[in-house]
T-cell receptor, first 112, second 115 residues
Framework: DQQVKQNSPSLSVQEGRISILNCDYT??????FLWYKKYPAEGPTFLIS?????DKNEDGRFTVFLNKSAKHLSLHIVPSQPGDSAVYFC???????????FGKGTKLTVNP | GAGVSQSPRYKVAKRGQDVALRCDPI?????LFWYQQALGQGPEFLTY????????KSGLPSDRFFAERPEGSVSTLKIQRTQQEDSAVYLC?????????????FGPGTRLTVT
């Protein structure tokens, strides 16, 4: 049973526009959420995180929004750049645990 | 600085063979994790070390899988009597502290193909 769901396998946007990647979770014990970016043949690299005490965290072009009541988070990339083309994974952990539970990923393509 | 390194990068094993996958974490990182990523899936947790102590091995799929980190730095994931369903990318990650707010840094993975 998937506890972290990324329902869109792929997303395509134009350079300069906003990319919105979505993630839903089912485990109400999750209280820390992260986004990772992965290029082919490389390991995932950390992008941004948010704890459940916040509803928004911003880092440059990347913003993560958390809606705890809906068990939903999203990653906004503004403006999108061709170098952002990668697979994006949403991950979560539950109180006291460092173990991460990942979604299946969304492949983002930013077209020049 | 050096990131997490894994070796070999690619491994082909015949069904029934034993394999050993190595992970060199970032120097000084306390926590080390192993994940398995099947094709088209996200990484799935296998096991976790804090220094040399294996604190969680709940994700190991069977007793054919064994991990160790005897001196609290390099770790080895061993798979005995490999099966075709073991074919996947095995990712190692390390983090700076034992606390849970530290981001995990991933290596490039070892792609295991069992024929």
């Amino acid at each position: 049973d998937q506890q972290v769901k990324q329902n869109s396998p792929s997303l395509s946007v134009q350079e300069g526009r906003i990319s919105i990647l979505n993630c839903d979770y089912t485990n109400s014990m999750f209280d820390y959420f992260l986004w990772y970016k992965k290029y082919p043949a490389e390991g995932p690299t950390f992008l941004i995180s948010i704890s459940s005490i916040k509803d928004k965290n911003e880092d440059g072009r990347f913003t993560v929004f958390l809606n705890k009541s809906a068990k939903h988070l999203s990653l906004h990339i503004v403006p999108s750049q061709p170098g952002d083309s990668a697979v994006y994974f949403c991950a979560a952990s539950a109180g006291g645990s460092e173990k991460l539970v990942f979604g299946k990923g969304t492949k983002l393509t930013v077209n020049p | 600085g050096a990131g997490v390194s894994q070796s070999p990068r690619y491994k082909v094993a015949k069904r029934g063979q034993d394999v050993a996958l190595r992970c060199d974490p970032i120097s000084g990182h306390v926590s080390l994790f192993w994940y398995q990523q099947a094709l088209g899936q996200g990484p799935e947790f296998l096991t976790y070390f804090q220094n040399e102590a294996q604190l969680d091995k709940s994700g190991l799929p069977s007793d054919r899988f064994f991990a160790e980190r005897p001196e609290g730095s390099v770790s080895t994931l061993k798979i005995q009597r490999t099966q075709q369903e073991d074919s996947a990318v095995y990712l190692c990650a390390s983090s700076r502290s034992g606390g849970r707010w530290g981001e995990q840094y991933f290596g490039p993975g070892t792609r295991l193909t069992v024929t």
